[in-house]
């Protein structure tokens, strides 16, 4: 998802400490969050590959339509890894 996201505009860089809204980043991009205990929408499934995005159009550096596009990226980059982990590509 991340290398599909960044073909459409910048992904989140960590800050100082290497987090992104408090949390430890994983991989460029990427943190893990408690989102079943912080009973947020991909915490709702127990579904094997679960995620959410987010993308800010308040960014200077991406246009609403970038964003838009950012989100199409995502959906598509998670879809094709979807198919490719469950040998349906």
């Given at each position: 998802m991340i290398a599909s996201v960044a073909q459409v505009t910048h992904i989140a860089p960590a800050d100082a400490q290497d987090q992104i809204i408090g949390e430890p980043v994983v991989?460029?991009?990427?943190?893990?969050?408690?989102?079943?205990?912080?009973?947020?929408?991909?915490?709702?499934?127990?579904?094997p590959f679960r995620t959410t995005t987010e993308v800010y159009p308040d960014s200077p550096?991406?246009?609403?339509?970038?964003?838009?596009?950012?989100?199409?990226?995502?959906?598509?980059?998670?879809?094709?890894?979807?198919?490719?982990?469950?040998?349906?590509?």
């Open positions: 991989q460029p991009g990427v943190i893990n969050y408690p989102v079943r205990e912080l009973g947020l929408c991909a915490g709702v499934t127990a579904a550096r991406a246009t609403p339509d970038q964003c838009n596009q950012a989100q199409v990226a995502a959906v598509r980059g998670a879809l094709d890894f979807a198919l490719a982990a469950t040998g349906s590509a």
